[in-house]
């Protein structure tokens, strides 16, 4: 069950890792696409995002990207929450033969 909640953990991490990733291309691609309008002359923002536009893949990589990170958390909570739940077992090591010893 320890190998499961490991696996489950990396994930985790691969996934947030991507979802950093994905949220810093958003922000660095936002950034450029205001640049390329002077302040006082600037489009409603949400025009820029028409279908197939590489601002649109841009904001739905990261979308995916939080999606993923969002499910493998909550796969990692239950995994945790399955081994927190199996019984713990006890090994009993037989004595030495004679009792309670010399």
């Known amino acids: 069950m320890r190998n499961e909640l490991e696996r489950s953990r990396r994930l985790l991490v691969v996934t947030y890792r ?35 536009s590489p601002m649109r ?8 990207a939080l999606l993923q ?3 493998a958390r909550r796969k990692f909570r239950e995994a945790k929450v ?5 019984p713990r077992v006890i090994a009993l ?3 030495s033969p004679g009792g309670q010893g010399a």
Do not use: D, K
């Open 18 to 52: 991507r979802y950093v990733e994905a949220e810093l291309c958003w922000v660095r691609a936002r950034q450029a696409a205001q640049s390329w309008f002077p302040q006082t002359n600037r489009p409603y923002r949400w025009t820029i995002g028409t279908p197939h």
């Open 57 to 64: 893949q841009v904001y739905e990589n990261r979308q995916r």
């Open 69 to 71: 990170f969002a499910a």
């Open 82 to 86: 399955r081994m927190e739940r199996r």
């Open 93 to 95: 090591l037989p004595c």
